[in-house]
Nanobody
Framework: QVQVVESGGGLVQAGGSLRLSCAAS????????MSWYRQAPGQQRVLVAH???????NYLDSVKGRFTISRDNAKNTMYLQMSSLKPDDTAVYYC?????????????WGQGTQVTVSS
């Protein structure tokens, strides 16, 4: 089994910064792509940032230049550095990990971490 746990969310004023972490653990053979999604109240879950095993990244247009995704393959951990936060960034942020475990490749989700940006 694979467990995925996010941390680092909280309440911050507009213009502030937060750093989210996502740690994967368990019987992992290999981790491929890792992603951050977010879901605001009443809205669909959307992809915020994505990073491949080789370090290639892509971002939601509205966060480009403000958010930076990174990963530490040795620790099976991914990060999202968020700066210049806006109230529109308020959402539950979810980590998605594509990993191989027990001979299967599948996506694993964390339970989410709340980010609230006050104006």
């Amino acid at each position: 089994q694979v467990q995925v746990v996010e941390s680092g969310g909280g309440l911050v004023q507009a213009g502030g910064s937060l750093r989210l972490s996502c740690a994967a653990s368990g019987s992992i053979f290999s981790i491929y792509d890792m992603s951050w999604y977010r879901q605001a109240p009443g809205q669909q879950r959307v992809l915020v940032a994505h990073i491949t095993s080789g370090g290639r990244t892509n971002y939601l247009d509205s966060v480009k230049g403000r958010f930076t995704i990174s990963r530490d393959n040795a620790k099976n951990t991914m990060y999202l550095q968020m700066s210049s936060l806006k109230p529109d960034d308020t959402a539950v942020y979810y980590c998605n990990v594509r990993a191989e475990a027990a001979g299967w490749i599948r996506d694993y989700w964390g339970q989410g971490t709340q980010v609230t940006v006050s104006s």
